[in-house]
């Protein structure tokens, strides 16, 4: 006989479930258009774009991190868990749909088939069951405290318990009366069932019992999995993350992850950032309740983890109430405090490491744009740095230094003096910044010695705006934007070298936005392809022992996390070792979103708090060589200088172009 089971096996009127079952779903449904309706108080969404390569991308996504559950494992235990939580409820709800479609349509698994399903069902509904243990673990026991404690979240997993228990409890009480006596090889396929079923009969039970519990756990089961949705739909609970998170997935931005939203009709719009909520674009208030109060933005945030109020997960929570709520003024101050939008380095973290895709910066942003733009309200040092950028085209207020003095002795073209294959970028901070500045006469010797044909602009060079836009003044950096377009186009620029990652970012994601598009190269990536080329040639090997630090805007907004690897581990002699949170997992120096002309007042100081890591770190390291700290960026080398100062370390920080340096260029 072959292997199979009866659908609604000793269940009289068992189609009465799915009518049944019509109400809560009938509701839901109805949640879920009212929570539209809610989502479509915001404004258009203009980066929507062309739906045949965004649902193409989602797929890749939907491989990786809902199948693969990619962004989850990246912290074992609840990675783990929410995997075996995951496949289970997808297996079960398989499961479901397999027994309605053999019992409408009167299709029938068996054979070898059908124990197969049996134990593949069994097994992921154990690992579901397993999953329900460790989140209740979790939350009873190691309680993290990025955790919120809710009655919604104990409710949710009483549910799932008491739905995946009693799913076990009825196949238990068939197999013991039915196919245990009659089939007993069969109920081997089924060991969740198996193991009730086993302890029915230690407990004695006959077959009348067994037949009259069965009954009775098979509308528990239904009246759970029904209750369970009805309280989805009345509740609009944190399960809904089950349809919501694909959905923002889906619609997330695929704009470069460096580029912040433009502003609308800058020129002619009355207002400015998010003065209301209904400013926001209905996808980002969508995204709001996408959010599954997880706490691992929230966990990575150097704002937070340093003393700060900004959380990003109740930056998120807040607006979603005041959404809800039906707030008409202004979220930045009643809703969002000023300390929290100001404390936000923009270092991409939060949305790194957030499983649904959640664009916290944006709505940040958006808010420091209403204060900055409508308000003129923005802490001390923010304003003198917007100041000196509308006054001196640079927010280096007071510094004496000019664009070019660090080319004294150095030979370097400059426009228009010719056309050049590359223009050195040199940036704001690289020119003006006189630690930063040796950097810029490092590279530009490596660049010589290269062979690489650049010439830079001088007096004619101004800051890209990054400063300005990141602190919410979005006119000034379209003014100064504009100025550098000019520029270029007055030089026939095509490609730009530069060793400012906030600059990168800004010539390479941002100004395509205005119509720049150019090559833009940071000089990790050039290094080492000159190296392996054999353009830059390494004459003694260098007794150095190093730890990198990975700079926001290279690593997480751009994802250049291995070129200033290779270009160091390209360098005989030199021993890099790692410090514990790197690339995606990078902690920031402290110096992006405007933070590099800004006092910290609250908590501790984020760049010694990354400083203390890259001490510990070279601590660590065998002895035998120097150790310092390399980074790729000028506002990291500032920040993290300070910071070692700040722990009392002499350890030094050194640009990778100074590295290569020290092994390329003969001594002085």
Request: aromatic share 10%; net charge positive.
């Amino acid at each position: 006989m072959n292997p199979s089971r009866e659908i609604l096996w000793n269940i009289q009127a068992g189609w009465l479930v799915y009518p049944v079952m019509a109400v809560p779903l009938a509701l839901l449904t109805f949640a879920f258009w009212r929570r539209w309706r809610l989502w479509r108080r915001g404004q258009p969404e203009p980066e929507l774009g062309p739906w045949g390569p965004r649902v193409w991308g989602f797929l890749g996504l939907a491989v990786a991190d809902l199948l693969g559950q990619r962004r989850l494992l990246r912290e074992p235990f609840p990675g783990l868990m929410h995997l075996l939580l995951f496949w289970g409820f997808l297996a079960l709800f398989f499961g479901t749909v397999v027994d309605g479609l053999e019992y409408w349509f009167h299709l029938e698994v068996k054979g070898l088939p059908y124990l197969l399903f049996s134990l593949f069902l069994d097994l992921l509904g154990l690992a579901f069951l397993l999953g329900v243990v460790l989140a209740a673990g979790r939350r009873l026991l190691r309680r993290p405290q990025s955790l919120d404690q809710t009655w919604d979240d104990t409710v949710i997993l009483l549910l799932l318990a008491a739905i995946a228990l009693t799913g076990f409890a009825i196949e238990g009480a068939r197999l013991a009366a039915d196919e245990l006596p009659l089939h007993p090889d069969w109920a081997l396929w089924s060991p969740g069932g198996l193991a009730f079923a086993r302890l029915y009969l230690a407990l004695g039970l006959g077959e009348g019992s067994l037949l009259a519990l069965h009954r009775a756990l098979w509308w528990l089961h239904a009246g759970l999995v029904a209750g369970g949705l009805l309280y989805l739909a009345l509740a609009f609970s944190k399960l809904t993350h089950i349809f919501i998170g694909p959905a923002n997935g889906l619609l997330r931005r695929r704009s470069p992850k460096g580029a912040l939203r433009p502003v609308p009709d800058l020129d002619t719009a009355e207002s400015f950032g998010a003065a209301a909520l209904s400013d926001y674009t209905w996808k980002q208030r969508l995204g709001l309740d996408a959010c599954t109060k997880c706490g691992r933005c929230q966990d990575s945030c150097p704002a937070w983890l340093t003393g700060k109020p900004l959380s990003p997960k109740k930056v998120v929570l807040d607006l979603r109430r005041a959404m809800e709520r039906g707030v008409q003024g202004p979220p930045a101050g009643p809703v969002i405090s000023e300390d929290e939008l100001w404390a936000c380095t923009t270092c991409r973290s939060c949305q790194e490491q957030c499983p649904v895709y959640i664009e916290h910066i944006d709505k940040i942003v958006e808010l420091r744009r209403y204060l900055a733009l409508m308000e003129a309200r923005f802490p001390e040092g923010a304003g003198n740095a917007l100041r000196s950028l509308e006054a001196r085209g640079h927010p280096w207020r007071g510094t004496l230094a000019t664009r070019t003095g660090w080319t004294t002795g150095l030979s370097i073209k400059a426009f228009p003096e010719g056309g050049a294959e590359y223009l050195f970028w040199v940036g704001c901070t690289g020119a003006l910044e006189e630690r930063s500045a040796r950097v810029t006469v490092a590279l530009a010797r490596l660049m010589q010695v290269a062979g690489v044909d650049f010439a830079i602009l001088g007096d004619q060079e101004t800051c890209t705006g990054d400063p300005a836009r990141r602190l919410g003044n979005e006119y000034l950096f379209r003014q100064m934007a504009e100025k550098n377009l000019q520029t270029f186009g007055k030089y026939k620029v095509k490609k730009i070298i530069t060793h400012c990652p906030h600059c990168y970012n800004t010539l390479k994601n941002e100004y395509p936005q205005l119509g720049g598009k150019y090559e833009v190269f940071h000089h990790s990536q050039l290094l080492p392809r000159w190296l392996r080329e054999g353009r830059l040639k390494p004459h003694a090997p260098l007794d150095l022992t190093l730890t990198y630090h990975d700079s926001c805007y290279l690593g997480r907004h751009n994802d250049l996390y291995e070129p200033p690897r290779a270009a160091l581990g390209a360098l005989p002699g030199l021993r890099l070792v790692e410090m514990p949170r790197r690339r995606e997992k990078g902690f920031c120096c402290g110096g992006g979103g405007g933070w590099l002309w800004m006092e910290e007042k609250l908590g501790r100081r984020i760049n010694q708090a990354r400083a203390a890591e890259a001490v510990e770190t070279l601590r660590q390291a065998p002895a035998g060589a120097a150790g310092a700290v390399a980074t790729a960026c000028p506002y990291c080398l500032q920040m993290l200088g300070d910071g070692l100062k700040g722990v009392g370390s002499e350890q030094p920080v050194l640009d990778i172009a100074e590295v290569v340096a020290r092994a390329v260029l003969p001594p002085a």
